[in-house]
């Protein structure tokens, strides 16, 4: 009875979850102007849209381009941070991990006038590198986090095995560390893309008028018109999700082989 009441309630847990998906999903194929049930007609027309118009395919270029920039920038730092901040005895390590998770829990318009202000004295106010740092600011403690979670279940010993035999330590890191931390440096990547994507406050502080991301687009759409476009673009956005989530599980489990 116990396990019948606790599946019954993941059950319902989930379907509360994703009940709005549910709901809105199925207009990214309505032939209507509206997002209204009944559905008239099966459509693709919305998909369409944002293939040829011109404000929503280039914010689906700009969110490839800034979602790549942010992956590449946020990975390589937190990757950094967390490895650096992995020594027993560190001093200021605490005060140092509670700075690099400092941005997850700082409200994002409080972050988002900050860099807008400083952002203006830098140069960097309206341009591509600006939203790249803006998004990456607030990727790097998922990455941080997921990378120390992985390197904290690593055997110092092979490590230390590594330097006794003559190896330097750029090659334990090289050819030890980060392949044995690599599922979570992967999942790192992933999370710091898709927290890109998603990222719209930051993107409406900093970013201009040609680095109009696909969030931004979505929330501007919705604020003059309610298209069944922000529709198929939601769709867009939970598929590439599902996708990434699948390719980082793949990537791990052939990764946690290769090492064993």
């Known amino acids: 009875m116990a396990r019948l009441i606790k599946i019954g309630f993941g059950t319902l847990a989930v379907l509360f979850l994703v009940a709005p998906l549910f709901a809105i999903l199925p207009l990214a194929f309505t032939s209507s102007v509206f997002l209204t049930y009944p559905i008239p007609d099966w459509s693709t027309r919305w998909f369409q849209e944002l293939a040829t118009a011109d404000a929503w395919r280039r914010s689906i270029i700009n969110s490839l381009m800034i979602g790549g920039g942010t992956t590449l920038l946020a990975t390589i730092l937190g990757t ?28 994002a318009v409080v972050l988002g006038v900050g860099m807008q ?17 803006a998004h990456s600011i607030v990727a790097i403690p998922l ?15 092979v490590e230390l095995a590594a330097e006794s035999l003559g ?9 030890i ?16 893309f898709a927290t890109s994507l998603d990222e719209v406050v930051l993107t409406l ?25 922000i529709a198929a673009a ?24 290769a090492v064993v």
């Open 80 to 107: 950094m941070a967390a490895l650096g901040l992995r020594q027993q005895g560190m001093r200021f390590a605490a005060p140092l991990r509670t700075l690099f998770i400092l941005p997850m829990v700082v409200p």
């Open 205 to 229: 502080f900093v970013a201009g008028p040609n680095q109009r991301t696909l969030a931004r687009q979505m929330f501007s759409t919705i604020r003059e018109n309610i298209s069944p476009a």
């Open 143 to 157: 990455v941080f986090i997921t990378v120390s979670g992985a390197v904290a279940g690593l055997d110092k010993r």
């Open 117 to 133: 202000l400083l952002f203006a004295q830098l140069g960097l106010a309206n341009t591509y590198l600006g939203v790249i740092v």
């Open 234 to 257: 939601a769709l867009i956005f939970i598929v590439g999700t599902i996708v990434l989530g699948v390719v980082t599980t793949l990537l791990r489990r052939r990764m946690k082989k």
């Open 167 to 175: 190896a330097s330590p750029f090659t334990v890191l090289r050819k």
């Open 177 to 192: 560390t980060l392949p044995l931390a690599a599922p979570g440096i992967v999942s790192g990547a992933v999370l710091a």
